[in-house]
C-alpha cells in the first residue's frame, strides 16, 4: 500500500475525514466516523469547474466538521504514476490552496474493481443502480483502507 510521505494525519476525535475516488465526470466521497474507525460512502459530485467542486467541497467540510481529506491516487498496476496521477496531484495542490486540511494520497489500485465485483456478485444490482452507486463505494474503499493502515501506525 502507499503510504502518505508526510506520514499518518492524525486528528482528534470528532474530527472526521473525507476520502475521494476523483474521476473525470464525478467525485465519489466518504466520511469516517468522528472515532476515526469506518468509512461510510457519502455523495458522489457531478464535475463541474473547479471553482464549483471547491466551493461544493468546503461547504461538505464545514458541514460535517472535516479535519483531512484522503485522496485516491490512480497508481498504474506496475506502481507507475500516468497522467491520471498528476491530475490527482494537481487537485490535491489546487484544492489545498483553498481548503487549508492536510492532504492524504493513498493507492487506490483496484478499489473501483473491488467495488464493482461486489456489487454484482452480493449485492446482485442493475448495471444502472451500479454507475450510481460505484464511485462513492469506491471513495468508501479507499478511505476505508486509509483508516485501516492508520489504525496499525504507533501513536
Known sequence: MFRPAEGPIRLDVGRRYLGFDL????IGLAL?????RIASPYQTLPRRKFSQDAAELQKIVTKEAVGALVLGLPVNMDGTEGPRCQATRAFARNLAQLIPLPVALWDERLSTVAVQRMMTEEADLSRARRAELVDKLAAGYILQSYLDWLAQQPA
Open 32 to 36: 469516517s466516523d468522528a472515532g476515526h
Open 23 to 26: 474521476g473525470s465526470k464525478t
